[in-house]
């Protein structure tokens, strides 16, 4: 059994660890204007308070890390990330998941981070290897590495190992350690391929034992195209969490999503005495019976 | 890895196999007075008729074999077990597991039987192997082994695969098939020890992996004392069923309990294009229409 890496991220003024000796850490996936249409409208004319209500709401939902997505199409992304971070380090006290895709717009928001930030996204392509992972290494970051390369997502756990494996290597040669890189396996929807789930969970499996990293994922996708998407995605989230997911990237407001991540870590030894789960019940009592 | 053992129960009409690479086998669980009053004073005054009702509405639910209880304190136990088998059998056509401590009341049950059943259980002391498993052997049956014996239910995993080791050796030397043993981990409730869960998870593991054999358990116990129990429940269940449960002995009446089994299956790759789970989503949505 490999030894289960520990991933230190943090902001101004908390640290957050994440391993598979504690509980699971929600990053909170809603600071993203991707299919959210009002959000998206919001950031085009500069409104920023629903990102402030999305950051607070997420954190008080019990979210550890807060993803941050600014990619608005036509959008100026680096002033626009950094102007979108700014205000959820001004409304929050956590650590950040920097997302975009822009090397560009990734290097403004390293710029102005406090604290030692998770970037999302490398993958196997040698050209985003080259672009991303420098930056990881001049600013101590940590970052998210995609199971995909130049030839898209492979369909076998053995295959996307294969590519967790070289963005690791690469890392370690800059000499950024295997703990501050976190594989995501990517769950494509068992609406279209209805072995995608077990191929994603096989590939948790496989990284977590062979290297001992941690483990990220955006569950959602899983249930693309399905019906009752809030049981699948939860179903799905406490068996990843079992196959070694340490991190998902989520929606901590569904009350599915937050209890199924609790019971989870109580099922697996990881809630002393019960306290947290019977605390987090108290706590949707105390919401329901003020709604 | 250890091949995945297929057992078969059957009724006169209906064969059920079980196994990891076919979808989970729910065994509905309310035939049983044990904690359920109403049941109690029913089946005291001799009236059937919410035993039939269970029978019914739990096949309709998904349970594709039902466990039959006749535990009443004071009661002429062989007499009435298969009075209750005799109604569960005229109103489905299901296979059945026999749930009884009393060897008596077992071969009174297994001589009305028609069909190969489960019964339900033999545990790892001397006694209940040198009662239980001839009968098995006799009557052509399949049995649940409880990983527990005369010191009590083990506290390591290690320790309870080896009562599992016992019963399913003892069998083998009575000619019982390993296929027709089926392993019970023991769930205890995580309400008096938070690590309960991960020790019956991890036996699933061992055992599943030692000997390729089903796994069975009483999913609901986990949570006893815990509040919001239904989402531990079926947290628990789908992590359980990842791990290597097979059949769990449940309430498929329970709508977080039935989603979790077919969001599981799904999840495994054991639902091909997901059609069992749009199938089961458009049956709850017409019951919520009808309701």
């Known amino acids: 059994m490999t030894e289960n890496l520990t991933t230190t991220i943090s902001s101004a003024s908390q640290t957050v660890e994440i391993s598979r000796d504690f509980p699971t850490v929600m990053i909170g996936e809603r600071i993203n204007p991707t299919g ?12 920023f308070s629903i990102v ?36 959820v380090m001004d409304a929050t006290d956590v650590p950040l998941c920097i997302d975009t895709a822009d090397p560009e717009a990734l290097r403004a928001a ?30 101590n970051a940590a970052v998210i590495g995609l199971c995909m390369d130049d030839t898209g997502i492979p369909s076998t756990p053995e295959d996307r190992l294969a590519v967790a494996e070289k963005i690791i290597t690469h890392a370690d040669k800059l000499g950024i350690p295997a703990e501050d890189v976190i594989i995501d396996p990517l769950a494509l929807t068992m609406g279209s391929d209805h072995n995608a789930g077990r191929i ?22 899983i249930s693309f195209g399905l019906p009752d998407r809030e049981y699948i995605n939860s179903t799905y989230l406490a068996m990843a969490i079992y196959a ?20 989870a870590d109580l099922s697996m030894g990881r809630d002393e005495y019960g306290s947290r789960w019977i605390k987090a019940y108290r706590e949707r009592q105390k919401k329901e019976s003020e709604s």
């Open 36 to 47: 959210r249409k009002k959000v998206l409208a919001a950031l085009q004319e500069g409104d």
């Open 52 to 87: 402030k209500q999305d950051a607070i709401l997420q954190v008080e939902a019990g979210a550890k890390i807060l993803d941050v997505n600014a990619g608005v199409p036509g959008a100026d992304e680096p002033e626009l990330l950094k102007q979108v971070m700014q205000m």
């Open 110 to 139: 390293l710029e102005i981070y406090e604290g030692k930030p998770l970037i999302n996204s490398v993958n196997g392509e040698d050209k985003s290897i080259n672009a991303i992972l420098p930056l990881v290494k001049e600013f």
């Open 200 to 221: 994603a969970l096989e590939t948790i499996e496989l990284v977590a034992e062979k290297f001992g990293v941690n483990i990220t994922m955006g569950v959602s996708n």
């Open 244 to 263: 070694g997911l340490t991190c998902p990237i989520t929606n901590p407001l569904v009350t599915e999503i937050q209890t199924a991540v609790q019971a």
